[in-house]
């Protein structure tokens, strides 16, 4: 697995039985708090592994970090956080790298393992197969909109908890079936993720915006006005393949481009083994797994519609 599909790692076949699945990413800080910016920049960085169908084996700390201005026990706290997302996966923290820095940034490389017939791609869905999106969606505007003080305790509380959770008992699930396409959820948006689906494989991704999975609140803030830096740039992206059919209100639209940290998968289905997937998360503690929509066969320009 090269360049030629903008997956979300690097597939490296060892031999017959094992291949390697190789990421990083790093983040500047979503949160305060220094012990969950470690936890949702690990998880953020994870996931990658999980979206190619790979279990995390070893982690390296990238660090950009103003050690004068703030601190060794805030990077102690940062790197704890991270640590115990990974030992949460299973995985270890074998070393890393770090620079001074004016804003500390955050992340891991990542290695996993994946055996070499066996690993997903962001292509290969097929007409009539069913989507399926495993985290509400919604975490950008919230951030943004919470350093104006206008988000709820308890729904800035929420939107932390989703992105810190590993996306490891989703992909666990989907293991047991037959996914054609996956990928997870992360700056650009639903939209941009859902394009890059239906682009690799020349196909049309119906979404019902109704029965999207959104935290609560962030609908309110693009209705007050808020937005993001990315969601211009991620509406741009997509618009000259997306049609919207049903009215909604522009702000409402937003949520579609809305950046994700951590954000859940998505993945592509077999419509026979779809709400057995559904269920199945639900059972394992994914509760806002949701059937999002459907694949369909590509008729115009138009990748994504919304209805």
Known sequence: MGFDTSDDAAIYKINEDIA????????????????RFGQVAAANAISDVYAMGGRPVTCLNLVAFPLKKLGP??????????ASKISEAGAVLAGGHSVEDDEPKFGLAVTGLVHPEKY????????????????PIGSGVLFNANLKGWVPAEAME??????STLNNTASDVLRAYHPRAVTDVTGFGLAGHAFEMAKGTDVQMNI????????????????????????????????????????????????????????????????????????????AGV?????????????????LVFR
């Open 20 to 35: 390697i699945v190789t990421t990083a990413d790093f983040i500047t800080p979503p949160v305060d708090d220094p012990y």
């Open 287 to 303: 509760t806002a797994a949701a059937r999002i929509g459907q694949v369909a066969p590509l008729t115009d320009s138009r990748h």
């Open 73 to 82: 026990e805030v990077l102690r706290e940062i790197v704890a956080g991270a």
């Open 208 to 283: 019902d915006v109704e029965a999207l999975p959104i935290m609560n609140e962030s609908l309110n803030m693009y209705k007050r006005g808020m937005s993001t830096g990315s969601n211009d740039f991620n509406r741009r992206l997509v618009s000259d393949h997306t049609a919207f059919h049903g009215g909604l209100p522009r702000w409402h639209e937003e949520i579609l481009f809305d950046p994700q940290t951590s954000g859940g998968l998505l993945a592509a289905l077999p419509e026979s083994e779809a709400q057995d997937v559904i269920d199945a998360m639900h059972d």
């Open 158 to 163: 929420a939107c932390v908890e989703t992105i």
């Open 120 to 135: 997903w791609t962001n292509v290969g869905a097929e007409p009539g197969d069913v989507l399926v999106l495993t985290k």
